[in-house]
């Protein structure tokens, strides 16, 4: 069956540091370009950032909200991708969804709360 | 960066009306436009992709169309499961923008 799960959400401090992973199961994983995207509380849709395979050159790209204190990276040896965040800011609270913009379901998301 | 525009931003229908979404691009984006349904509490799910290809197991009730700025996604007639909000979203290029949801609600 085809999955994405996130994990890796929580509670965090302003300044502070997390690391999100998006396991994927049921599709071939390593041809696939895997992009974040979060949501704020009662807010739309916001495309944060993506990792291309390998075969295409593994490059990423981001947000500008983003851009310089989250990084992506895969292990398709793991079928993971991870989400580095790093100096959070209260607005990066929201629920963040791996997907491949593609056929493949989206995971349930997993919630980020960036608070003093 | 490609700008997103949907309208309305949210519309009131009955059960068993037409509804039809507008989602317009800043520039031309060919037909590189998802359409996305979400509900309260649960991930979006791709209705449309490609402008106009409804994904499987997805009711032929919804279609979309159009290419280049201009994009329709129309629901022909209104279920009870189809009050949600919708998205529609660019794959033309980074950033991959989102359009800024259409909810719809219960007449």
């Known amino acids: 069956e085809v999955h994405l799960v996130e994990s890796g959400g929580g509670l965090v401090k302003p300044g502070g540091s997390l690391r999100l992973s998006c396991a994927a199961s049921?599709?071939?994983?390593?041809?696939?370009?895997m992009s974040w995207v979060r949501q704020a509380p009662g807010k739309g849709l916001e495309w944060v950032g993506r990792i291309k395979s390998e075969t295409d050159g593994g490059t990423t790209d981001y947000a500008v909200p983003v851009k310089g204190r989250f990084t992506i990276s895969r292990d398709d040896s793991k079928n993971t991708v991870y989400l580095q965040m790093n100096s959070l800011k209260t607005e990066d609270t929201a629920v963040y969804y791996c997907?491949?913009?593609?056929?493949?379901?989206w995971g349930q998301g997993t919630l980020v709360t960036v608070s003093p | 960066d490609i700008q997103m525009t949907q309208s309305p931003s949210s519309l009131s229908a009955s059960v068993g009306d037409r509804v039809t979404i507008t989602c317009r691009a800043s520039?031309?984006?060919?037909?590189?436009l998802n359409w996305y349904q979400q509900k309260p509490g649960k991930a979006p799910k791709l209705l449309i992709y490609a402008a106009s290809s409804l994904q499987s197991e997805v009711p032929s009730t919804f279609s979309g169309s159009g290419s280049g700025t201009d994009f329709t996604l129309t629901i022909s007639s209104l279920q009870p499961e189809d009050f949600a909000t919708y998205y529609c979203?660019?794959?033309?290029?980074?950033?991959?923008?989102f359009g800024q949801g259409t909810k719809v609600e219960i007449k």
């Open positions: 997907t491949t913009f593609g056929k493949i379901p």
């Open positions: 049921g599709f071939a994983f390593s041809n696939a370009w």
């Open positions: 979203q660019q794959s033309y290029g980074p950033p991959l923008t």
């Open positions: 520039q031309s984006i060919s037909t590189y």
